[in-house]
């Protein structure tokens, strides 16, 4: 899954990573890794935060079986692509490698 907050900070993870999607005050904030080791922050339109989690949280399983996804776009911002409607750009990406 990749985001790009349009300021050169921009990550990639398997989809297999993904171990939670938590929405509230307007943010969703989706949880890769053990321990929940990257976080991912995505902003939404004021009060859709639980709307954007569920969509998200659909599309990704609907993807998450396919072999043929190579890359899924989940928020861009350089480019204004965003995976589902509600989505208003990627707040912060927070990876820790160790």
């Known amino acids: 899954m990749y985001f790009d907050n349009g300021n050169e900070d921009v990550a990639s993870f398997p989809i297999e990573t993904l171990t939670m999607i938590e929405g509230g005050n307007d ?8 321990a929940q080791q990257h976080i991912v922050v995505l902003a939404c339109a004021n009060g859709d935060s639980d709307v954007v989690a569920r969509a998200l949280s659909v599309a990704i399983s609907l993807r998450k079986d396919s ?14 692509t965003y995976l589902v409607t509600g989505i208003t750009g990627v707040t912060s990406i927070t990876a820790d490698p160790a």
């Open 27 to 34: 943010v969703v904030n989706l949880y890769f890794g053990n």
């Open 67 to 80: 072999r043929k996804i190579k890359m899924l776009t989940i928020a861009d911002d350089t480019l204004s």
